[in-house]
């Protein structure tokens, strides 16, 4: 069973930066190479959201647009590990981050239990 153990999480003043892993293991089938990999938050009384996405295949990150400029998702398949860095952090990044290993064609879909970032001054 895959599990995703998210840290780097907490609280940060308004223009602040985090960054954020995920560090994944159980891998027996697939190797964590083939997994897309991407990071979610879900803010009080909102829908879960998509952060950055990191493609296996293609290699290519892509962002909410909100995030744009802002985050960088990078991933480090030799330890299996996820990253998120988050600069010049809002009042509106506030929310529980989730990451988030993927491979949708063999409906795989495994998540972490989240790690809170609070941007408040």
């Not at 840290?7 to 159980?26: E, F, K, T």
């Amino acid at each position: 069973q895959v599990q995703l153990v998210e840290a780097g999480g907490g609280v940060v003043q308004p223009g602040g930066s985090l960054r954020l892993s995920c560090a994944a293991s159980g891998f027996t089938r697939v190797c964590f190479s083939t997994y897309d990999m991407n990071w979610y938050r879900q803010a009080p009384w909102k829908e879960r959201e998509l952060v950055a996405a990191s493609t296996s295949a293609s290699g290519r990150t892509t962002y909410a647009d909100s995030m744009k400029g802002r985050f960088t998702i990078s991933r480090d398949n030799a330890k299996n590990t996820v990253y998120l860095q988050m600069n010049n952090l809002k009042p509106e990044d506030t929310a529980v981050y989730y990451c988030n290993a993927a491979i949708r064609s063999l409906d795989y879909d495994y998540w972490g239990q989240g790690t809170q970032v609070t941007v408040s001054s």
